[in-house]
């Protein structure tokens, strides 16, 4: 042990004469605290600081004693959940056709895929408006205005974000696997079932959570859309603050979306821990 601390000391390693080595970390924490933080904490605080003055618990009572609140609670929640299903199938079954499908141009529709991430979502749903709109080709059905418009706009948009692990992962499944499970007479269905969603269980759960905290926190596509008397939590944070001037309202609003979001992404912390993803 005195040999490996004289080395680390002789090629200039820590030593105890050297600064500590969190000191190089307080940087980063202080600006870290400054930009996110604190505009966290100031958002918590003003929620329980009603117009009335003082601090209570009135604003948590007034929001969630609002029918307003619990429908958007449940708008957000469904079409969340709906969106991720939908982009997990979708996805699963592009990322086959593009991994295990030989097509001419397969690799561009891959690298489609990463440019594709950058695009803005109100870009998408811009898009979607002039098919679905009022003056699109089949603006008629007007079906955007309507939570299913709502929910095609979410899923196209946000599908990329599962194919992308999904290409990942199927790039280090052994295709010898496949060779062997298609010798002994396995069809397309059963080595899909039996041999690649397996392995692309991680892929999926990484994407899905993904799709899922990204979806309930979505607020261009909604507002973007038009569609009425569909309001999810993050609407109702811009009509509160912004329609009404309640703030204490929206920040509460603000704080239960948070907290869900943060309580969502923990839980698959766990459950991906205890699957070993």
Request: aromatic share 12%; hydrophobic share 55%; charged share 10%.
């Amino acid at each position: 042990m005195d040999e490996v601390v004289r080395r680390l000391r002789a090629g200039g390693g820590w030593s105890r004469s050297s600064p500590r080595p969190w000191v190089g970390a307080v940087p980063p924490v202080v600006l870290l605290a400054l930009f996110f933080v604190y505009p966290l904490a100031l958002v918590v605080q003003q929620s329980f600081q009603p117009d009335s003055g003082g601090t209570s618990l009135q604003p948590y009572a007034d929001v969630f004693a609002s029918t307003a609140f619990r429908e958007a609670l449940w708008t957000t929640v469904w079409i969340a959940v709906a969106s991720t299903v939908g982009c997990l199938v979708l996805g699963f079954v592009l990322a086959l056709v593009i991994a295990f499908v030989p097509f001419p141009g397969a690799r561009a529709v891959a690298r489609f895929v990463d440019v594709f991430l950058t695009f803005p979502s109100f870009l998408i749903t811009l898009a979607l408006l002039f098919i679905y709109g009022t003056t699109g080709i089949v603006g008629s059905f007007q079906f955007l205005t309507t939570p299913w418009g709502v929910l095609l706009a979410e899923v196209t948009y946000f599908t990329p974000f599962v194919v992308r692990p999904l290409l990942a992962a199927f790039s280090q499944l052994d295709t010898a696997q496949l060779e062997a499970a298609g010798s002994l007479g396995a069809r397309p269905l059963r080595i899909v079932r039996r041999v690649i969603l397996p392995e692309a269980l991680p892929a999926l759960a990484a994407g899905g959570s993904l799709v899922l905290v990204l979806c309930l926190n979505e607020f261009g596509i909604v507002l973007f859309t038009g569609a009425k008397g569909v309001t999810t939590l993050p609407m109702l944070v811009y009509s509160k603050a912004i329609l009404e001037s309640d703030y204490p309202g929206a920040c509460v609003v603000a704080v239960v979306n948070v907290l869900i979001s943060v309580g969502l992404y923990g839980l698959y912390r766990v459950v991906s821990r205890r699957a070993g993803a």
